[in-house]
């Protein structure tokens, strides 16, 4: 049986989940797992797909960043899938199922995983370097915090006599950030 597993980073990447989906039923897998969620949190729906996978299945991804965060990670995974005999295949190695129990099949996905990593420390540095280059100039102020954003319709929900749990609630926000608004204000 071929099983999918497709993630993406955050929830606006919609069209690459999409299209993540249609490369996996493309090539013929019948169960498919999908999760919108960063690398580095509980993906708990690869946790499903690898206890899914029995003997003789194949776990196939669209791409190897897609699977894991680290090298370290995808050999635990590649661990995980040999001993329970699943293959592992990734589409964008042309669409070949790579034998991860040879060693030449190890060594080049973790060479493959590794030059990953490298790629994605290299621009976490970049990223890094931008932002405080950017605070230098004082061109960069960080995200406004949602609790802030909502700041008018905490006032308005208070002022027509709404709790902070019932505030919070409807505005999507926690209790405390309620309380920071209204404390705010005070001030």
Same mark, same amino acid.
């Given at each position: 049986?071929?099983?999918?597993? +497709?993630?993406?980073?955050?929830?606006?990447?919609?069209?690459?989940?999409?299209?993540?989906?249609?490369?996996?039923?493309?090539?013929? +897998? %019948?169960?498919?797992?999908?999760?919108?969620?960063?690398?580095?949190?509980?993906?708990?729906?690869?946790?499903?797909?690898?206890?899914? =996978?029995?003997?003789?299945? %194949?776990?196939?991804? *669209?791409?190897?960043?897609?699977?894991?965060?680290?090298?370290? @990670?995808?050999?635990?995974? #590649? *661990?995980?899938?040999?001993?329970?005999?699943?293959?592992?295949?990734?589409?964008?190695?042309?669409?070949? *199922? #790579? @034998? %991860?129990?040879?060693?030449?099949?190890?060594?080049? =996905?973790?060479?493959?995983?590794? =030059?990953?990593?490298?790629?994605?420390?290299?621009?976490? %540095?970049?990223?890094?370097?931008? #932002?405080?280059?950017?605070?230098? !100039?004082?061109?960069?102020?960080?995200?406004?915090?949602?609790?802030?954003?909502?700041?008018?319709?905490?006032?308005?929900?208070?002022?027509?006599?709404?709790?902070?749990?019932?505030?919070?609630?409807?505005?999507? #926000?926690?209790?405390?950030? =309620?309380?920071?608004?209204?404390? !705010?204000?005070?001030?």
């Amino acid at each position: 049986m071929l099983v999918g597993y +497709c993630r993406t980073s955050t929830s606006e990447q919609i069209a690459g989940l999409e299209a993540q989906h249609r490369e996996l039923r493309a090539t013929g +897998c %019948t169960k498919l797992f999908s999760e919108q969620v960063s690398s580095v949190a509980q993906r708990d729906q690869l946790v499903l797909a690898l206890d899914f =996978v029995r003997e003789g299945d %194949t776990l196939v991804v *669209a791409r190897l960043d897609r699977l894991a965060r680290s090298t370290a @990670d995808l050999l635990s995974i #590649i *661990a995980t899938l040999e001993t329970k005999g699943v293959a592992l295949r990734i589409l964008d190695f042309g669409g070949q *199922a #790579i @034998d %991860t129990q040879s060693p030449s099949g190890r060594l080049i =996905v973790t060479m493959f995983g590794a =030059v990953a990593q490298f790629e994605r420390e290299i621009l976490l %540095t970049r990223q890094r370097e931008g #932002i405080a280059k950017a605070k230098a !100039e004082g061109k960069y102020r960080g995200r406004v915090p949602t609790a802030q954003r909502k700041a008018a319709q905490v006032h308005e929900l208070r002022a027509g006599g709404l709790g902070a749990s019932e505030i919070a609630t409807r505005l999507a #926000i926690s209790r405390s950030s =309620v309380y920071r608004v209204l404390s !705010e204000a005070v001030v």
